[in-house]
């Protein structure tokens, strides 16, 4: 009988090492990958920006230094979106195996895409939605007193962050597992109820 408890006990504590060891691992791709996100956005968020010609005329300062405090706390919204998805996501199903858990398109096996019909018809549907997005929000934006001329730039982020998320999930559906799927329809359901509606702000 002590015997029998003695083992139990050891296959507990087995266990909740292999659970530790998994979400230890979990948290430091989440980790990178919220660095990589936070980059990424930020960025983007700047370069969208830029198309704001012609420029609105602001008291003090450049549009850069309104636009950066803009940029940084979008950034970080994505940044602690995806670390949450990557985190869950990684403790669950990936992260003891560490296969495939790039939460990015891997763009090094676009030729891949070519070859799957469910990948063709994803981007070809995708990219004309995308496309008639922007074209409206031009038409949208040509209307108002302030015109620019390239639409909202709002609007160029929503459609630039699409994109990575879009061909994140297309890259999802030629892995062998098809590994982050489900992070990657995440990360595009959070865009839609929280990064979209920033393209409605006047």
Known sequence: MMMFHKRRSLAGS?????MSKRIGIAAILALLSALRYLV????????AGA?????????EGSWLAHRLP???????????????????DGAIRYADACHHVAYFPCFRSSRLW??????????TV??????AYY?????????????TLFGHPESLFVVLMFTWGILWFVDTLVRPRQETLVAASLFLIFLYLFIEPLAHVP
Do not use: G
């Not at 990424?40 to 370069?47: A, D, E, G, K, W």
């Not at 198309?51 to 008291?59: F, G, H, K, N, V």
């Not at 803009?70 to 869950?88: G, N, R, T």
């Open 135 to 147: 074209a409206n929000s031009v038409l949208r934006v040509s209307s108002r007193p302030h015109r």
């Open 14 to 18: 087995w266990a909740a090492n292999e």
């Open 40 to 47: 990424l956005t930020f960025l983007l968020h700047i370069v």
């Open 70 to 88: 803009e940029s940084l706390f979008v950034a970080l919204l994505v940044a602690a979106a995806i670390f949450l998805i990557a985190l869950v």
């Open 114 to 123: 070519l070859h799957s019909l469910k990948a063709r018809m994803t981007i």
């Open 51 to 59: 198309i704001d010609q012609p420029r609105r005329a602001y008291t």
């Open 126 to 131: 995708s990219l004309l939605c995308l496309a």
